[in-house]
């Protein structure tokens, strides 16, 4: 049975930092892509970062670029998103998914083939 859990969700003053965790199972973790999504309350789901566990690539969000940073530990299955600078419009759920990666990267980050969800994990900035 595949299993994505998130966890590390929590309230951050403005400017501070998180680290959220997406542990997988059930799957062989390296053949697969991880993608970090938010959907804050009234709004669409989007997607923020993700990373191909076999090549490391990554891509970001413009909105994230430069703030939130995403890595993988393959042997722990596990992808990470190290969030600092953080704002109040960051604030959301997050989500982790999992698909088959394609290359290049971003075309893996815009797919729509994203089949595996966790539950996701609430993140709360204060201003």
């Known amino acids: 049975e595949v299993q994505l859990v998130e966890s590390g969700g929590g309230l951050v003053q403005a400017g501070g930092s998180l680290r959220l965790s997406c542990a997988a199972s059930g799957f062989t973790f390296d053949d697969y892509a991880i993608g970090w999504f938010r959907q804050a309350p009234g709004k669409e789901r989007e997607g923020v970062s993700c990373?191909?566990?076999?090549?490391?690539?990554?891509y970001y969000a413009d909105s994230v670029k430069g703030r939130f940073t995403i890595s993988s530990d393959n042997a722990k299955n596990t992808v990470y998103l190290q969030m600092n600078s953080l704002k109040p419009e960051d604030t959301a759920v997050y989500y982790c998914?999992?698909?088959?990666?394609?290359?290049?990267?971003?075309?893996?980050?815009?797919?729509?083939?994203?089949?595996?969800w966790g539950q996701g994990t609430q993140v709360t900035v204060s201003s």
């Open positions: 998914a999992a698909q088959s990666p394609m290359s290049p990267i971003h075309v893996t980050y815009y797919s729509e083939l994203w089949g595996y």
């Open positions: 990373i191909s566990s076999s090549d490391g690539s990554t």
